[in-house]
C-alpha cells in the first residue's frame, strides 16, 4: 500500500520542523511530483500516491532534509508572475528584485514613453531581470551578461521557455557592452561583504553559487565597478537601477554621486521596509 498524499505529507513537514527548516518546501515538492496545481492537490488530499511518485517524494525529501532549497530541488522558481528554471550555477531570484524591475518599468515609462528602450542586466544570474523586463516591455532591446557560462546557460533556457529574446554576452561586468550606449541599466550584483557569511542561513551559504553572493570592499566593489564604468555608456535621458545590501545605501548613493553628480538619485525601501534599490536618472 502507497502513502496518501495527506500522510506523506505530515509525516515530511514534522521531518523539516524537527531540523528547523522550512514547512512550506513539502507543498511545492508534492506539486512538483504529482504535476498538480494547488488547488487540484487540496482536492486530492486523500487519494493515494503511486508508487514512483513516492519513491521521488522521499527522495527530494532527503535532499531537503539536507537543507538544499527547494527551489534547486525541484529546479524552479516563480518570478514576476512566470517560471524560471534554475540549478546550483544560479542564485534563487528573490522577491526585492521583482521591486526593482517594477520600479524600473514605472521611471522607464515617464522617461521614455513607449520607446524601443536599450537595456543592460548585468550579472543576470538565471536571466530574471532580463526576461521579466523584456516580457514587460516587449519593445525593448535586451542584452544581458555574466561571467559565469554556467548562469548564461540557464539564462538562455529561461530566454527560450518564456519566448524572450534576448542579446547574452558572456563576460566582465561592462566589458561585454562597451560597443553600445544604454538607455536602462540594471544590476543585482553580489553584494555581501565576506565577513558577513557566519550571519547567513545555511541554506543559502551551501547551495547557492558564492560567485552570485559575495564581493569584495565591504561588497561594495560591483558598485565602484558599475559607478566607474557606466558615465560613458549611458544615453540621455538614461537610467541605472541596482540593488543593494539594505545597510548599503549611503555607500551606493555616494558611489553614483560621485561619478553622475548632477543626476537625480533616489533609494527606495523594499516591501520590508529596508533601503534596497537604487536608482540613478541621468538627464544631462
Ligand atoms: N540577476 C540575477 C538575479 O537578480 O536573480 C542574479 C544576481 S546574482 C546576485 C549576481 C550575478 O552576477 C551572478 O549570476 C554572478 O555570476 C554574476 N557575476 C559575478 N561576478 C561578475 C562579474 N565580474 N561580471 C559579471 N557578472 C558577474
Ligand atoms: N539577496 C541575496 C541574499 O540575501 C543576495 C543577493 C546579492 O548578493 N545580490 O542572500
Given at each position: 500500500?502507497?502513502?496518501?498524499?495527506f500522510?506523506?505529507q505530515?509525516?515530511?513537514?514534522?521531518l523539516?520542523?524537527q531540523k528547523?527548516?522550512?514547512r512550506?518546501?513539502?507543498?511545492?515538492l508534492?506539486?512538483?511530483?504529482?504535476?498538480?496545481?494547488?488547488a487540484?492537490?487540496l482536492?486530492s488530499?486523500?487519494d493515494?500516491l503511486?508508487?514512483?511518485?513516492?519513491?521521488?517524494?522521499?527522495d527530494?525529501?532527503?535532499?531537503?532534509?539536507?537543507?538544499?532549497?527547494v527551489?534547486?530541488?525541484?529546479?524552479s522558481e516563480?518570478?514576476?508572475?512566470?517560471?524560471?528554471e534554475?540549478?546550483?550555477?544560479?542564485?534563487?531570484?528573490?522577491?526585492?528584485?521583482?521591486?526593482?524591475?517594477?520600479?524600473?518599468?514605472?521611471?522607464?515609462?515617464?522617461?521614455?514613453h513607449?520607446?524601443?528602450?536599450?537595456?543592460?542586466?548585468?550579472?543576470?544570474?538565471?536571466?530574471a531581470?532580463?526576461?521579466t523586463?523584456k516580457?514587460?516591455?516587449p519593445?525593448a532591446?535586451?542584452?544581458?551578461t555574466?561571467?559565469s557560462a554556467?548562469?548564461?546557460?540557464?539564462?538562455?533556457?529561461n530566454?527560450?521557455?518564456?519566448?524572450?529574446?534576448?542579446?547574452f554576452?558572456e563576460?566582465?561586468m561592462?566589458?561585454?557592452?562597451?560597443d553600445?550606449?544604454?538607455?536602462?541599466v540594471?544590476?543585482n550584483?553580489?553584494?555581501?561583504?565576506?565577513e558577513?557569511?557566519?550571519l547567513?542561513?545555511?541554506?543559502?551559504l551551501?547551495?547557492?553559487?558564492?560567485?552570485?553572493?559575495?564581493a569584495?570592499?565591504?561588497g561594495?566593489?560591483?558598485?565602484?565597478k558599475l559607478?566607474e564604468?557606466l558615465?560613458?555608456?549611458?544615453?540621455?535621458?538614461g537610467?541605472?537601477?541596482?540593488?543593494?545590501?539594505?545597510l548599503?545605501?549611503?555607500?551606493v548613493?555616494?558611489?553614483?554621486t560621485?561619478?553622475?553628480?548632477?543626476?537625480?538619485i533616489?533609494?527606495?525601501?523594499?516591501?520590508?521596509?529596508?533601503?534596497r534599490?537604487l536608482f540613478?536618472?541621468?538627464?544631462?
Amino acid at each position: 500500500m502507497t502513502e496518501r498524499i495527506f500522510e506523506a505529507q505530515n509525516k515530511a513537514t514534522s521531518l523539516l520542523e524537527q531540523k528547523g527548516l522550512d514547512r512550506g518546501a513539502v507543498r511545492l515538492l508534492m506539486e512538483y511530483v504529482t504535476g498538480k496545481s494547488h488547488a487540484s492537490l487540496l482536492a486530492s488530499m486523500r487519494d493515494s500516491l503511486t508508487m514512483e511518485e513516492q519513491t521521488r517524494f522521499w527522495d527530494k525529501v532527503d535532499e531537503l532534509l539536507e537543507g538544499k532549497p527547494v527551489q534547486y530541488v525541484i529546479g524552479s522558481e516563480s518570478f514576476y508572475g512566470r517560471t524560471f528554471e534554475v540549478d546550483n550555477n544560479v542564485l534563487i531570484p528573490r522577491p526585492e528584485t521583482e521591486e526593482l524591475i517594477h520600479g524600473a518599468i514605472e521611471r522607464c515609462q515617464r522617461l521614455f514613453h513607449n520607446k524601443k528602450v536599450k537595456v543592460a542586466d548585468i550579472g543576470t544570474g538565471s536571466g530574471a531581470i532580463a526576461v521579466t523586463f523584456k516580457k514587460e516591455w516587449p519593445e525593448a532591446m535586451v542584452t544581458a551578461t555574466d561571467i559565469s557560462a554556467g548562469a548564461l546557460t540557464i539564462a538562455m533556457k529561461n530566454a527560450e521557455r518564456n519566448a524572450a529574446t534576448i542579446t547574452f554576452k558572456e563576460g566582465d561586468m561592462t566589458e561585454p557592452i562597451q560597443d553600445a550606449k544604454w538607455d536602462l541599466v540594471l544590476s543585482n550584483p553580489p553584494y555581501i561583504a565576506h565577513e558577513e557569511a557566519e550571519l547567513m542561513s545555511p541554506t543559502v551559504l551551501s547551495f547557492e553559487p558564492h560567485n552570485a553572493l559575495f564581493a569584495e570592499e565591504d561588497g561594495l566593489y560591483f558598485y565602484r565597478k558599475l559607478a566607474e564604468s557606466l558615465p560613458h555608456l549611458m544615453n540621455k535621458p538614461g537610467l541605472i537601477g541596482v540593488e543593494f545590501g539594505y545597510l548599503q545605501g549611503e555607500s551606493v548613493r555616494k558611489l553614483f554621486t560621485d561619478a553622475f553628480p548632477k543626476a537625480f538619485i533616489e533609494i527606495v525601501k523594499d516591501i520590508n521596509g529596508k533601503d534596497r534599490i537604487l536608482f540613478c536618472e541621468i538627464h544631462e
